[in-house]
Structures are given as C-alpha cells and as structure tokens.
DNA sequence: CATGAATGAGGTTTCATTCAT
DNA sequence: AATGAATGAAACCTCATTCAT
C-alpha cells in the first residue's frame, strides 16, 4: 500500500471515530441525531460526511457496528472454542460482566436508537443462538437437563442480561455486583446441569 | 352530570376508540402514523385530534396505554391475591400465554413505535417489580431458594418472555406451543424451588 | 355545490394564478425556479405549493398546460370541424398569428423550461397529427398534391412557424406582419394545390 | 514551438477526446452529467477537467461546438460556393440526408442539453441566414418567386428538418427515406421554382 | 366544537467548485 | 499539472401544530 493512501485511509478512520464520538453525545444527551448537527459539532461539512457515508443510515448503521464489534469480538471467542459446554457459559457470563461498561454503551446507544423490534433480531443473534448451539451440545453430552434449548437458552439469556438491563434503574454498589453474578452463576448451575 | 357533557363523554370515547384502532391498523401495515393520515382515516379533521390529545405525544401515549390496560389487569389479579407464590408463579405463566394474543399486540406496538429504554421501563413496571415480591414472599416462606430475588425474577421473565419474543422468529405449531409452556413451567419449578 | 367548496376551490383557483404568474415572472427573468422562491413570491408558504401540489414537476406542468390551453382551444375547434380541407388550413394560419402573443409566450416558456426534445413530442401531437390529417384528407379529395401528408405537414408547419420564430431576433413592423403572413398562404396554396 | 508546449497541446487534444465522447455517453444513456462522472470515466481526477475547462459550462459549449463542426463545415462548402442557387439547395438537402448521423447527434446532444432558446439562435446562424442568402440571390437572377426570402428559407427548413425530427418517432425504412427525400426535392424544386 | 388550509422548522441529498498536497 | 477530499449553497420534501371560519 502507497504512503498516500495509508494517509488517506488513516484520515478516513479519524473522521469516522470523530462521528461516531459526536453521535454518541447526541444520543446521550437525548439531541436529535441530524446531519447538519453531526457536520457542525465535527468541524466538518456536511457534504464531507457524505464523502463517507452514502446515506445517513449508513452513517448510524457504522456506528451501531462500532458498538457491536468489541461484543461480537468475545462472544466469538468464547462460543466458538472447544470447551465444555459448562466452561463456555460460565465464561460468557464473566465476559457480560467484564464488558458490562460496553454493554452499558450498547444499551444506552441501542435503548435510544432502535426500537424492540430491532434489538430483537440482534438479540438473537448475538446471544440467543450461540446460547442455543451450546445447550444443545450440553443436551447431548448428557451434562445439561434434557428441555428445549430455545427455553434454555432465553432463561439463560433472561437471567443473566435481564439483571444488567434492570441495574441501571437500582441503584447497586460494586461489592452488590460480585454477588449478583455470584447468584446468577449458582442458579444457572442450578438450573442446567442435571 | 348533565346530559350533554355525558353526550360530550361518550363522543371523546367512540373518537378515541376510533384512533387506536387506526392508529394500530397503520403500525400493523408499516404504514407512516402521521395525524394526517390519523385524521383522514378516522373521518375527522386534523384539528379535531388535537381536540382530543395536546400533542401526538399524548395521542401515542393512549394508544399505547390501550394495549396495556388488559395486561395490567391480569397482572394484578393475579399478583394481589393472597394465593400462595408458586401458584401465583403458574398462574403468571398461564397468563403469559392465554393472552399471547394481547402481548403479540403489544408486541407489534412496542417494538415498532418504543425504543428499547422506553421498554426496559415498561418491563419493570409491569412484570419484574410484582414477581419480585412474589420471589421475596416465596423466599420468606421458605419454599423458594435464597437467591437475590431480582436475580430471581428475571430468571422467570426471561425464561417466560423471552421464548414469546422468539416465537416471532421460529415456526412454531400450536402443539409446539403447549410443549413450550410445559418446558418453561417444568424448569422454573425446579429453579425456583428448594 | 356547497357555499364553503365553491369558495375553497375559487381560493385553490387564485392561488394557482398566482403561482403561474410568479412562475413566469421567474422564468422570464431567467432566475431560478425554485419552490422556495416561488412560495416566497406568492407570500405563501413552502408547504402550501404542497398542499396545491404534489410534486414541484406537477406544479411546472401546471404551468405549461396553463399556456397551452388556449392554444389547444383554438386548433381543436379549427381542426374538428367539417370545413374544406384548405379552408381549415387558412384558418389554423390566421390562428397562429392571431394568438401570436400565446404563441409567444408559449416560446417563452418551453423554449427555457422545456428541452427540444420535449417540444418534439408536443409538437407532433398539437400541430403535425393535425396537420397530416387535414392533408391526408385534401390528397383524398383530389384537392391537394400526392406526397407523403408527413411531408407536407411538416412543410405547413416548416413555413408557417418558422417566420413566427425568427421574427423574434428580427426587427419587424405591423405591417410587415400582414406582408409576411400574406407570403406565407401564398406560398402555402401554391405548394399543396394541385 | 518547443516539443514541451507540443506535448501539453496534444495531451490537452487527447483529453478533450475523452471529454467530449464521455459527455456523449451519459446523455445517450440519460444519464446525469456530473463532473464527477465525466472525470471518474475518463479516468481523470475532477481537479484536472478545471485545468482543461473553466467552468462546466466551457465544458458542454465544447462538446456541443464538436458536434456542430462537421456540419458547419459541409454547410459552409455548399453556401460559399458560387453554384447556381438551386444546385446549392439540393446540395443542401443532399448533406441534410447525408449527414443525418451527425444531425441525429446533434439533435440527441441539443434536445437533451439546450433550451428550444439556444437551438433557434443556432438554427438562425446554421440554416436560415445561409437559406436566406441563397435565396436572395435566387429571387434577383428571377430563378425563384418573388416572396419574402426569410418565409421561404423557413419553408425549405421546415421541409427538410422537420420530418429529419419526425422520424425519430415514426419507423420508416431505409427505402422510405430515399422516398421522403425525393418527395422532399420534390416539393422544393416546385415551390420555389417560378 | 369541528374544520382543514396554511405554516415553516427541520430533514436529507446533490454537485459545481476550490485548494492544499 | 494532477489530484480528490472538503466545501456549502441550493434544492426538494415532510409533517406536527396553529388558527380563522
């Protein structure tokens, strides 16, 4: 790759982490998300943005992704690696609560922008169906209670992500954290081994 | 009360039952809910909505309340009898799934017109705050296990709605459907007690 | 007809006055034509166009069929009617410099808004079709010469609307009006009769 | 002139090359002429076409005065010769039939790109004034009638162009064609011949 | 009260032109 | 000379809300 178009490539990465920054405060201080305001508050013009971005949604769809990536990036490696089933979830629920501060930013950005039905199908896809295959593998090996895996997998996803939704609206010390995913991992066991 | 602000009453109500049904016919269409469109198919003039409603904001707002009206009642039927929790649990459940019908409305609502933190909310309000003083109650009497009963309740909302929410997704015969439920039941049983 | 809906359509009628002449003024200014500007100068707003019409190109064909209306007119009663075949095609000549000024200002218009090839089209449709039947019906009766009516046609027009053209980057006077559409049938009855 | 200055002349001809036959794709395929466009097909950055052109509008005046070269060209051979008036005429229309590509370009190029304001000027300058001098000198050598030489330059204009643009939207036959052009002589030669 | 035409802020997108490299 | 990212003026269109009748 040419010097100038490493340059170029590099200014494209800063102005598009400059928006997708400028974005995020606009969302959390509950502004309307509009083009001219993104241009303005990015220094930038608003045709600029279009050199970009085809379409405005394009814009927030790269934006959404930027939030995603560091998730997806975990759950990668946690569902896809050969471990005992057991293993994989217990540590899918640390990761929940490792990156609880990027699933903050997921949830205030996602709770935001996007309506239920939306977060639905990239609920299923980031948790409820990786959840799936690992039960299902449980089931077999005969380590997890033979139910449905969908079940399964949803009580799970319920169990541990519903408490992290409902946490922002308590009001929990740190030490209540450790104690919280200490229960949740007790009757998660509980729950699925025989 | 006079005759003509009874009159007056029961205009403001046919008026308004009018809206909600339009107003569900659009959402259910994917079709834009503007009041132009409101007005013109509920017969009356623009200006007649805003004799009803202040804003579009509170127009929504009914309609959503509309959806919830039934739900809630349900809901408090069965949380504020004196029945003992697990049977109150179950009858939860029974609920969950007899007004399917009732919540895949709501669902069609919700997940088109709110956004995810206007849902979390709602979610609170309406299911995790009652089963959390199921769970607390159950804990009390020592017949449920001694785990943070938030922790608890979303376990049960989760593994209860999570597998609806999914449905939309999967394909799912009507037998599948009693299976399901009996699944769930059968598991949150066995979590949930000593 | 109600009171009200004679009195919405005479404001509706009023309005598009307005903005036909405000278009013109624009276009005969050769400034832009912009929606903006158009409702700026009828001292109504952006949306009210809008709510007049549906596009800004219906609003622009508005307009052009607002010039062409007389036009139509005018050729419809000349060209539908059971008189001789030359006795029509005097008339539809005597027309043409009668509403010399429509004409006029029907070039003003089309010559800036429309492309040629858009004219084309109109003028096969309001002058040449006409004309070919008029001939092809004069070549029947014996009356007129037998060559292609296309060509014969577009030799009437050729002559007839050419002059009208130029004299608009020619100096003419009154009288050398009368002179020319003298040449004009001259030369017209020396070519088709026999 | 030094070999330097010789190289930019011939890069500048050869670009201008490109240019012209780009411009002449996207309005064949109705395409919008952007600069951005034209300079993404010519494989050129947008900066460079402002190094051959200074505005757009020098730009399209170029490709259009391409067009119009050839046919000046043939129109002048024919004018300024000091053939007899009528052999001049059937020179023209002979070149009219001959070049109908360039004239069918032209037309595409005009009617797509210029205002009906623009062709007539131009078509005074290509067409009219010649007709009109070589009838001029027709009517004094007492070889054409005696009628205003600008209605007959009109008529032969209108004789010969007209059904060239009328064609487009008829389907005629190559043998058609050789008949309509001798219906056309035909008609010419009758009219002004005394 | 009902009406619905008028309003105009707010939004997205296009594209000729400039200018630092 | 060539480049092409940045610019920003214009243009079109939507729709919640107001208000005179």
Redesign the interface.
Same mark, same amino acid.
Request: hydrophobic share 45%; glycine share 6%; with cysteine.
């Given at each position: 790759m040419t010097t100038v178009s490493k340059k170029k490539e590099l200014v494209d990465t800063l102005i598009k982490a400059e928006i997708v920054k400028t974005v995020f405060t606009l969302i959390k201080n509950d502004q309307p998300v509009t083009m001219d305001e993104i241009a303005k508050r990015c220094g930038v013009a608003k045709g600029t943005l279009y050199n970009h971005f085809e379409h405005k949604k394009a814009l927030l769809n790269y934006v959404h992704q930027t939030v995603l990536v560091p998730i997806r990036q975990k759950n990668k490696a946690i569902f896809e690696s050969t471990k005992d089933p057991l293993v994989r979830l217990h540590e899918f629920i640390d990761s929940v609560f490792d990156i609880m501060e990027d699933f903050s930013l997921y949830?205030h950005f !996602?709770? /935001? &922008?996007? $309506?239920?039905?939306e977060?639905?199908?990239e /609920?299923?896809d980031l948790a409820?169906q990786p959840l799936v295959k690992v039960c299902t593998q449980g089931i077999q090996d005969g380590t997890f @209670?033979d !139910? %449905?895996p +969908? !079940?399964?997998?949803?009580?799970? +996803?319920? $169990?541990v @992500?519903?408490?992290v939704?409902?946490l922002?609206? /308590?009001c929990a010390e740190k030490q209540d954290i450790q104690? @919280?995913k200490q %229960? @949740?991992i007790?009757?998660v066991d &509980?729950?699925i081994l025989k």
């Open positions: 949830f !996602v709770q /935001r &922008r996007k $309506t239920v039905a977060e639905i199908g /609920r299923l409820i @209670i !139910v %449905d +969908y !079940v399964l997998a949803e009580m799970i +996803y319920g $169990t @992500i519903g408490p939704k409902s922002q609206h /308590r104690k @919280i %229960d @949740i007790c009757l &509980r729950i």
